[in-house]
């Protein structure tokens, strides 16, 4: 395994530390989630399991050569979709206790 970089990007060695990392917090995510011993693990472990599985997107991009700008890039782009996803998912909840609120008010009259 060779450690030199190319033109500034990362090196194998890199890479796979990347890789690695990304694959190991899924694994400790998921030991969290099936522990039966602590609720508060049970939460954080539910949370890295989402942040596990959006940072499972950026190993096609640990590979030798690949510039770290390209790792902080797809990172902000996915953490950009998580924000509107969750804005989105919010936003319908807030219509669906109002649209239920007017139901009730209706059905009241």
């Known amino acids: 395994m060779t450690t030199t970089t190319t033109a500034g990007g990362l090196s194998a060695r890199a890479a796979k530390r990347i890789e ?31 942040v596990g599985g959006l940072a499972f997107n950026l190993v096609p991009l640990c590979r030798p050569g ?11 782009i996915i ?9 989105l998912g919010m936003g319908s909840a807030e219509l669906y ?3 239920l609120g007017a139901d009730r008010a209706a059905s009241a009259q």
């Open 20 to 50: 690695y990392a990304i694959i190991a917090l899924c694994c400790v995510a998921l030991i969290m989630i099936f522990q039966p011993f602590s609720l508060g693990l049970f939460t954080v472990g539910c949370i890295l399991v989402v």
């Open 66 to 76: 690949v510039r770290p700008r390209s790792l902080f890039k797809a990172t902000g």
């Open 79 to 87: 953490l950009l979709i998580l924000v509107i996803v969750a804005l």
């Open 97 to 99: 206790v109002y649209r």
